[in-house]
């Protein structure tokens, strides 16, 4: 399996990883490549990741007539971004009655 991923700066023109509205009939250049080449700086600006991901089967004499079903996934997961966890600064919930939760 592969993954790539680019941050670049959000811009109001940069809709589109590929080149704009016709990606087969471009010569190429444009969008990510372009975009990443710009070199807009990242800090206190707002981002837009973008990410490809690929799997790769090497074919066995097990798997026909029919294939396999090959999982992937991505997450973006934080860490040290919060100083401590943001819901301890949550109310305490107020009870009511004989303390059981009531709709």
């Not at 800090?43 to 999982?71: K, M």
């Not at 991505?74 to 709709?103: E, I, S, Y």
């Amino acid at each position: 399996m592969h993954v790539f991923l680019w941050a670049v700066r959000r811009a109001d023109l940069d809709a589109w990883p590929g080149e704009r509205d016709y990606p087969n009939q471009h010569p190429g250049g444009a969008g990510l490549p372009a975009w990443v080449q710009a070199n807009r700086g990242l800090v206190n600006a707002d981002v837009v990741l973008w990410y490809s991901l690929g799997v790769h089967h090497i074919v066995r004499p097990e798997d026909w007539p029919v294939a396999p079903v090959a999982y992937a996934g991505f997450a973006l997961k934080p860490a040290g971004f919060f100083d401590a966890n943001p819901a301890l600064d949550v109310p305490a919930p107020t009870h009511h009655g004989n303390g059981h939760c009531h709709a």
